[in-house]
């Protein structure tokens, strides 16, 4: 096959970059409103880049550091030399993502407010056109850097037989991934930290004990809390996201070259199609942008459907593009196989409604627990935590009938010979490609989700300008929306992280080969006295050869830990949360108390010094929990080796799943019972049951926006980390 | 082997009652204090034995259902004749474990109470000396139920092998396992949402809103709060450790009968070992019960030593005899056999002082916790789930730790071959004895374990009944130390939950050679053409022939559904004990509403209806988390075959274990850090920091004391109803 089919990659990455300049620059052409709207978002926006630069300045050590080690073991022969620059790239290009999103996020967020003082369309447009930059950077980033790592590797890799070379290509590729997951971590532990801290903190003492509403401009906490909502939802999302998109793929083309190893003419193919599926769902992404528009004196419910809209139609036409990509690339088993993109979309789209139906106040759970709210904090806690926990079952069968489809559907549903060594590979291809599938149309799922951010930072200036109630209004409505779309946006991030890791924990056996081979092992002996190629042993073989079953106690050992590491990263994000916001608790009282005239609004408080509470609290605390995530499957893998490595990547992706959907939907919940109150009901604002439901949102922030989104990302860098480490596992290990 | 050695086994059961006999009679021959204490001692034995009654009703019409479904599958050929009648002893004797135990402690409670009126010591000796009747008749009637079912079996089994006929027996045996995990897990949901509900609700009308302290007469719910106290932690108690007792003892005596098979000298002794390690365990109990005495002017420090005088001597001996005893029954690898049951030992306590360094207020953790209560409950919460979880890496550590070492130092550390066919067997009997090693003692450290609920309830009576100030004292110091004692012994049930577990998973795959013996299917054929007679095949085989790898998509699919049953059934258990104490408010507010003079101690409140909402609401909640933890392994087995039902159990095993962890120790630090504040720390009582410490107290109720301690069967019923239902898996499964 003629490299022809591969351009449109690169295409598509051209597009994607273009339209979202084009885009940004649209944007920048509007107002900022008046001169106080302007002051204000400028805070924001300072605060923001001085963060991240803090932030990027850790992670570049970090990096450094990493370099190092993978440049030791490329010498030592652990690893290919292409290696650290592919971690490098990765970690830039991802870090680039999330500093553009968080560029024209804060550019735009008082813009959003100014169009919104004319009309709730126009406040749309400009807030949806916005979160569309950061869609449309992350997919054009993440489809550029594989197009030219992919024709630097096919230029550069040497090998006489088409087949390998692929393989090598692939699985070096697959190491950017590592780079782009350190990245996202940071990113997201740092801004989830740095912007529950400075929420956390502002609503203590602003809510609680002040008295005076969010985003008052008498709260020294409150430019810090915007601040957050940037670096946390925007970069960090960002990151996150790029991660999962890169990782899908190319989890896809690695296990494509394998699976395809015996049939020449198909493999390239296969290596390409999940970048094709990409491709063409930035150009329906872009589509679908353009779709969401509606009337000038549009309301809620058009808004919403609007939305809708743009992201239905791009899931719809990918679904059918699907079918046609894949016959036209020659698939024998073409129907079969897009039947397993499907099962990814419809996994992705199920998950969102169940995210939906257990945290939006339209329905009785999120209900229930504003009813509890009525006999106090305790039952709230208990209520939301129960209901979060029930919550993981809709999730859960999604991505197992997902799992099981996507597996058996490019099998023609053969259930005898499903794991048969022909299969196997086919079947996990299948798998991948379904990841693909929920992240093809990432370009508008992504804007739908950074839109809420930038609304939410717009009723902030909105409020601190004192701003007319009606634009308040209007900005707390597109706020609202933003919250429902946040929810699916979720479900969406915390599904294909799954299905990723999945295809991670498979091409973690691809690497495993490679290391062999390169360690000059090209056989493996069974005990049986049985021998097979490693080149050509299929995935089965190995699980064999290192014994990966439930019966073998590295394994079991392997599983203890990593359920253990989800919870033990959850309760170290926790608590760095608490302590930081403690932090700015005491600030922000030691400012009422000794700036006179701040709650009477004649004296200004010290912003700045929030900021830097916040930035110092993050700073401090992300480093462990990040440090460990990357320590631990090195550990795993020295000590209890490939065995052990696979016990405790499926035991971290079982509860870690399991423990981020709670997290997400317990917290998703509290917030809105809490809104459920203050539009009126049980006793409205001020009433006990609403104190009651503040206790519960507060809880909740640190579930939904630090330690349950950190967890998509800890599941994805434990299997990248044992995918770059696979060399040295290999090579050598205490427990064999 | 002559049957010589085996004859200590029913010898110790009749001691271990016959001393539970000599003990309750010691206690009833005290006096109950004053007619108002035998009056509310009479109100709570009431209350508890109309509960147990109500319960036993629902439990016996679950086991009428089963024994059902067992007497068609035994028809069908798919079970032997002997499971129903198995299954039935099992759940007989565990209820009765749990209702003798309860018998006597709500017997005890007043004696204690009135003995506290002369001196710490007394109290010390009847609440401690009656916790022991509960510690002596769960092993007296484990060890019963186990000598009789062997006698029986081992005169009706025929079988011209003894080896298989060995296998046979065990087996069997192991079905009277889930038995007990059935009774086990209804008195342990149902008594964890009947305490809790009534806890609950009495602390948030009584403590919060009237402002009256605990156990204060004029409470409503305050009769109920105490007989929940018996039927969740002692008869609930009672039943989960029976059942880990006899799993333990079972489960290595069915991996014995295997790992053994082509060594008949030996393979009766494998069977027996854990038998007798027990045995002798419960002759080293009664000698450390009587080690528990104390001068007449103790004070709490010495009491504390008292106590573990007592347990750390009978663990001291265990070690010690469990070289002898595999010594003497000719063990070749005695001595590293030993070093297993030590590893198990030493787990148990290392996980118990983990437990005690994050949950008690004299360290960093709970001090912490109490910290955060400054700045309001939402932080105190935060702050409380970060450290529980957190404090999962100890006991995760310990059981790994325990599970390598006790599977490798049988094989005297044979690495290398670890995993071979003959060294498998061996490894998995190495865990499984170290779970028999944990529990050995368990006559002694259940006695510690039942201690507490008994002086909780003492105070209770001295509170209600007006005792002088100094009585109450007492009964608080005899009620902090049983607080501490409750951390030990709740390490020890949760790690003996998870290598009992692990020692069911395996025996769950000699449950399918059964099973396939049972069909007539004699040989494994492989895909490669190989074949393996089934009645010789190793683990190995299995595992290859199964697939149970983890690259097979059913696999994977099992491990989440697994880790989802860990968080679905604690958030069925949380709502449960919120929707059951929301009841139990509204009846206590109705009450201070409508029955005047209440408040001023002029009016007898209702206690009989308090005691009522809490039985129905038990009744009412238990029946759906525990129909699901029998339906889910029954529903996934006949989709998924073995391989799913394997990944089942060991992802439920690593999210539960660690999920169970993390709802103990955040419960328990809770509970801590709000006695540390009601010290006199941070404001003391009153305070607002005391007002957000209660609100953590009671979220944590329902995670220590309903839904944490429940996982612990979970994990464990899991195993036993598949190794029940291996004959259906085996026989038929969808994609199997």
Redesign the interface.
């Known amino acids: 096959m003629s490299m022809n089919y591969f351009y449109v990659v690169p295409l598509a990455s051209l597009f994607a970059l273009g339209f979202a300049f084009y885009f940004f620059k649209r944007m920048m052409r509007e107002s900022e409103g008046t001169e106080k709207m302007k002051t204000i978002a400028q805070y924001v926006r300072e605060g923001a880049m001085s963060y991240l630069k803090q932030q990027y300045k850790v992670v570049a050590l970090v990096f450094a550091v990493l370099v190092l080690i993978f440049s030791v073991m490329a010498y030592f022969g652990l690893q290919n030399n292409w290696v650290p620059f592919a971690f490098l790239t990765g970690g830039f290009f991802s870090g680039l993502a999330g500093f553009f999103g968080m560029k024209t996020a804060t550019y735009a967020s008082a813009r959003t407010t100014n169009a919104a003082r004319k009309s709730l369309n126009k406040g749309l447009q400009i807030a949806f056109r916005s979160g569309a930059v950061m869609g449309l950077v992350v997919v054009g980033l993440a489809l550029l850097d594989i197009s030219v790592w992919y024709l630097i590797l096919d230029h550069f890799i040497e090998n006489a037989d088409t087949g390998h070379k692929l393989i090598m290509i692939t699985t070096t590729m697959l190491t950017f991934g590592m780079g782009a997951s350190t990245q996202a971590l940071f990113a997201r532990v740092g801004g989830g930290i740095y912007t529950k801290a400075a929420d956390?903190g502002a609503d203590?003492v602003g809510k609680?004990e002040a008295g005076i509403p969010e985003d008052d401009p008498r709260n020294p906490a409150t430019i810090a809390d915007n601040v957050g909502d940037n670096v946390g939802d925007v970069a960090g999302m960002g990151a996150d996201l790029y991660e999962s998109y890169c990782g899908s793929i190319l989890s896809t083309a690695a296990l494509g070259a394998s699976a395809f190893i015996s049939n020449p003419a198909m493999q390239q193919k296969a290596v390409f199609a999940p970048m094709i599926i990409a491709a063409v769902g930035v150009f329906l992404s872009i589509f679908g942008i353009f779709l969401v528009r509606t009337k000038e004196d549009a309301d809620m419910k058009m808004l919403m459907k609007a939305l809708n809209r743009g992201v239905n139609t791009s899931a719809f036409f990918i679904a059918i593009f699907t079918f046609v990509i894949l016959f036209l690339l020659g698939f024998e088993n073409w129907i079969g196989l897009s039947f397993s993109v499907i099962a990814g979309l419809l996994a992705g789209i199920v998950i969102g409604q169940g995210t939906e139906y257990f945290t939006s106040h339209s329905y009785k759970p999120t209900r229930r627990i504003a009813e509890?709210s009525q006999?106090?904090?305790?039952?709230v806690?208990?209520?939301g935590?129960?209901?979060?926990?029930?919550?993981?079952?809709i999730p859960?069968v999604s991505?197992?009938f997902a799992?099981?489809i996507s597996?058996l559907s490019p099998l023609g549903f053969d259930?005898k010979n499903?794991?048969?060594?022909e299969n196997?590979g086919m079947?996990?291809y299948g798998?991948a490609i379904a990841a693909v599938g929920m992240l093809s149309t990432l370009g508008i799922t992504l804007a739908t989700d950074a839109y809420g951010p930038i609304a939410d930072n717009a009723g902030g200036n909105a409020e601190m300008c004192g701003l007319e109630p009606e634009v308040r209004k209007r900005t707390d409505a597109l706020d609202a929306l933003g919250n429902t779309t946040a929810a699916t946006g979720k479900g969406f991030a915390i599904g294909s992280a799954?299905l990723t890791a999945?295809a991670l924990?498979?091409s973690y056996?691809e690497e495993i080969r490679i290391g062999l081979l390169r360690l000059g092992d090209t056989v493996l002996e069974f005990?049986d006295g049985n021998t097979v190629e490693v080149a050509k042993a299929s995935?089965?073989d190995?699980?064999?050869y290192f014994?990966?079953?439930?019966?073998?106690?590295?394994?079991?050992?392997g599983?203890?830990?990593?359920?253990?590491m989800?919870?033990?990263f959850?309760?170290?994000?926790?608590?760095a949360?608490?302590r930081a916001?403690?932090k700015m608790?005491e600030e922000v009282r030691r400012q009422f108390r000794e700036i006179k005239g701040i709650l009477t609004g004649e004296a200004v408080p010290d912003y700045a010094r929030c900021v830097s509470i916040s930035t110092k609290g993050a700073q401090h605390e992300m480093l462990l929990p990040s440090l460990l995530a990357i320590i631990i499957p090195i550990l795993v893998g020295i000590t209890m080796g490939v065995s052990g490595v696979?016990?405790l990547l499926?035991?971290g992706?079982?509860?870690g799943?399991?423990?981020a959907v709670?997290m997400a939907n317990s917290g998703g919940a509290w917030d809105n019972a809490k809104k459920y109150i203050e539009e009126g009901n049980l006793g409205g604002k001020g009433s006990d049951a609403h104190k009651a439901a503040?206790?519960g949102d507060?809880?909740g922030d640190?579930f939904k926006d630090t330690s349950g989104p950190s967890l998509n990302i800890l599941i994805k860098l434990m299997s990248m980390v044992s995918i770059v480490m696979a060399g040295l596992t290999v090579s050598w290990s205490l427990?064999?």
Do not use: D, E, H
């Not at 014994?547 to 050992?557: D, G």
């Open positions: 956390v203590l609680v509890s006999t106090g904090p305790a039952t806690i208990i209520s935590m129960g209901s979060g926990m029930i919550s993981t079952v859960v991505i197992v799992i099981l597996y259930i499903m794991l048969s060594a196997i079947g996990l798998i799954a999945l924990l498979a056996m005990a995935l089965i190995f699980m064999n014994q990966v079953t439930l019966m073998n106690p590295k394994v079991l050992a599983i203890f830990i990593g359920s253990m989800a919870f033990l959850c309760g170290l994000t926790m608590n949360v608490g916001a403690q608790v696979m016990g499926a035991g992706l079982g509860s799943f399991v423990l709670f503040v206790v507060t809880v640190p427990l064999g």
